[in-house]
């Protein structure tokens, strides 16, 4: 019998804003500006990155490229998020 396994996706396990502080918390709290810079993005598809889009006033294909996994955002950009 084979078992189907589906890949795990943290932000579906993100229900409210302080599921993401706290989760953001942790990451912090390691010290890795690549691991945050994920967990923002993490955060931001939780949230809705239309609705992070508007807020930061960071359009949302660029907010998408800005917090991709290989990306070096400005820390303006970061900070906006």
């Known amino acids: 019998m084979k078992i189907k396994t589906y ?5 579906e396990h993100l229900k409210d804003d302080e599921d993401i502080a706290a989760f953001i918390s ?3 709290e390691e010290g ?4 945050v810079v994920r967990a923002l993005g993490i955060a931001a598809r939780a949230k809705g990155m239309a609705q992070i ?7 949302r294909e660029a907010l998408y490229k800005a917090l991709r996994a290989d990306a ?3 820390f303006e950009t970061v900070a906006k998020v």
């Open 7 to 11: 890949p795990f996706d943290v932000a």
């Open 26 to 28: 942790l990451v912090i």
């Open 32 to 35: 890795d500006a690549g691991e």
């Open 53 to 59: 889009a508007k807020e930061s006033g960071i359009g």
């Open 72 to 74: 070096h955002p400005r």
